[in-house]
């Protein structure tokens, strides 16, 4: 069964389910959603699960997580662009191929919500933090639980880890910063001097400065082998929710709940552009390897597509039926971009057309 047009389709779907068709449904588990990216309505070539009456899928599309809950809070996809991870009830993480749309493991051991991933640069292991406090590392060959980070005081809400993959770095309500050598498993620096949770954080691309975002508004920049604040930016008028970084360590993005993007020239400290437009609160950002383009996404159920260049906005993905939450990832090719929320928890999108024209031409 091929649907034409996903929204139209899904929705036509639960009406079927509100309606008390679940048992035609149930028979036809498997429903294949493709859409050009360069469709008028902007919808994604892979629209993921609906998980509605029961914990089977009523829908089920080319790379659908069976079993994904009807949230998804983080998502990260690897190095290599194969496979991708995100969290699953909330408290499990879930390893899928990107490719073939295949389950591939069942990650447990949080006690509590996991709020954010990373990858390390190999590929091999991946992050996770929670709301249980902990920040775990898993090992993405086998499945086995490598180590659990603890020391925080209130809920993990983001990590990174570093290019070289020897330094982790976690934000956490607790309003601390913790700095961690993840070879050895230590902490090496708790970075205080918020007022409110960290909500964000970001590690330079040399590995030597990490920048902090949260609920009082401002971004600092932390030296991370001495553990010692550097300077603080001042632009938005809210708590920042999420940050990013240009692969030449020269631009810093950040999205806050005052809706707008500031995009920061790290060489002087000043502002190159504020970005409006979203209609709510910004939940995550991502920077495409070419420096050129940013994806921003929000609590108003879309995704924005800006040139980080110039300032401008490009075009607006919309596909999500509610609020688009901090799962927002891009492959290291900028060729894949994945999204999470509400509703509909997990889309694709593809970045470039059939006619490898980019979606921003």
């Known amino acids: 069964m091929i649907l034409s047009n996903p929204v139209l389709g899904l929705r036509n779907l639960m009406s079927s389910v509100r309606t008390g ?6 028979s036809q588990r498997r429903v294949s959603v493709v859409q050009d990216i360069q469709t008028a309505s902007s919808e994604p070539i892979l629209s993921f699960s609906l998980k509605a009456l029961n914990p089977d899928p009523l829908v089920e599309c080319i790379a659908c997580p069976g079993e994904a809950s009807t949230w998804v809070n983080a998502v990260a996809i690897s190095p ?14 879930q390893l899928w191929d990107l490719k073939k749309g295949r389950s591939l493991l069942t990650l447990t051991g949080h006690s ?50 570093s290019a070289n993959g020897e330094t982790l770095v976690s934000g956490s309500d607790d309003r601390t910063i913790r700095v961690w050598n993840l070879p050895q498993r230590k902490l090496l620096h708790t970075l205080k001097g918020g007022t409110a ?25 932390w030296n991370l082998a001495k553990g010692k604040h550097l300077y603080t930016l ?31 020239n790290l060489n002087n400290g000043q502002i190159l552009h504020t970005l409006e437009g979203h209609a709510a609160p910004i939940s995550a ?25 110039h300032g401008t906005h490009l075009r607006t993905l ?38 490898s024209k980019k979606l921003l031409a």
Not at 80 to 93: A, E, K, M, Q, S
Not at 200 to 219: E, H, M, N
Not at 290 to 308: A, E, H, M
Request: charge should be neutral; glycine fraction near 12%.
């Open 21 to 26: 068709n679940a048992s035609n449904l149930q």
């Open 80 to 93: 290599d662009g194969l496979t991708f991870v995100c969290d699953r009830h909330d408290i499990d993480l």
């Open 112 to 161: 509590a919500m996991i709020s954010t991933l990373a990858f390390s640069p190999n590929g091999r292991t991946i992050a996770s933090g929670s709301y249980d406090k902990t920040i775990k590392g898993w090992d993405l060959v086998n499945g086995s639980l490598l180590f659990t980070l603890k020391g925080h005081r209130a809920g993990v809400n983001a990590v990174a880890i």
């Open 197 to 221: 949770g960290v909500q964000a954080v970001a590690i330079s691309p040399d590995g030597q400065t990490c920048f902090s975002g949260g609920g009082d508004r401002l971004i600092r920049a």
């Open 234 to 264: 001042e632009g938005h008028q809210s708590g920042v929710n999420a940050l990013a970084l240009s692969q030449d360590g020269y631009t810093l993005v950040s999205g806050g709940n005052d809706r707008a993007i500031q995009v920061w």
């Open 285 to 309: 950002i991502a920077i495409r390897s070419d420096g050129q383009t940013l994806f921003s996404s929000s609590k108003d159920n879309t995704i924005r597509v800006w040139s980080l260049e």
């Open 318 to 355: 919309k596909g999500h039926f509610n609020y688009v939450s901090s799962a927002l990832a891009l492959d290291q090719a900028g060729n894949t971009l994945i999204s999470g929320g509400t509703g509909i928890p997990l889309k694709i999108w593809s970045v470039i057309n059939s006619s």
